[in-house]
């Protein structure tokens, strides 16, 4: 069966620079989750859509940001990155909003240097 | 305030013996779902078990069951006859459904089987 499908799967990146993460999530899935989680932390919960549309925001910084694209992918933008950026980005999907399934990714993991 | 607490120290379990991961949880949504998430080392979020807010009886997956006591909130997993390769970091998570949807994690309990 298809899974959600992250890329990267590892990205190094300098200070100050921009990274692009990329989701496809399941097919027929219109909702997309993203976390982040650092070292030894539990899943930190960033921006999520429904059918295209942003549904929700948590705690993602300024820097960031995140669209769902027709094809239902998804794709988060991070720019002017920092030390404290490096976790692992997980996107999950669910097939509608309050369903019983949330699958996710195998993630990126981010290393800022 | 956090909403999903998961307060176990790391745990030791023998190989072919039952473990019981605690999850404990708080919400005024009337309509919730819980789940339960397993990461091992290499990093990625296995999904385990769902219960919902409504469902009359436990939730069972193989050799998962959560153990939920709504008026306790309380939403415990329960691994029968561990394996090795059940070592593992796992997450509870909640989504409220008249909320903001969103998956809420507790900070996991870690799970080390010994043969």
């Known amino acids: 069966a298809a899974g959600v499908i992250q890329s990267p799967r590892h990205l190094i990146k300098e200070k100050r620079e921009t990274a692009t993460l990329k989701c496809y999530p399941i097919?027929?899935?219109?909702?997309v989750y993203w976390y982040q989680q650092g070292p030894g932390q539990d899943p930190q919960f960033l921006i999520s859509f429904y059918e295209k549309m942003q549904s929700d925001k948590g705690s993602i910084p300024d820097r960031f940001s995140a669209q769902q694209f027709s094809d239902y992918h998804s794709e988060l933008n991070m720019s002017s990155l920092e030390l404290g950026d490096s976790a692992l980005y997980f996107c999950?999907?669910?097939?509608?909003?309050?369903?019983?399934?949330?699958?996710f990714g195998q993630g990126t993991r981010l290393t800022v240097v | 305030a956090q909403k999903i607490t998961q307060t176990q120290p790391g745990m030791f379990v023998q190989e072919k013996e039952a473990v019981t991961l605690d999850c404990t949880y708080d919400t005024s949504d009337p309509s919730y779902g819980l789940f339960w998430y397993k990461q091992p080392s290499s990093g990625e979020m296995i999904f385990l078990i769902y219960q919902g807010s409504y469902d009359q009886q436990n939730a069972t997956e193989g050799r998962y069951s959560l153990n939920f006591q709504k008026a306790r909130k309380s939403a415990n997993l329960v691994i029968s006859a561990s394996q090795l390769g059940d070592s593992a970091m796992y997450f509870c998570a909640m989504r409220e459904v008249y909320g903001n949807n969103r998956l809420a994690f507790g900070k996991g309990n870690q799970v080390v089987v010994i043969p």
């Open positions: 097919p027929r899935h219109d909702t």
């Open positions: 999950a999907s669910s097939p509608r909003t309050g369903d019983t399934e949330a699958f």
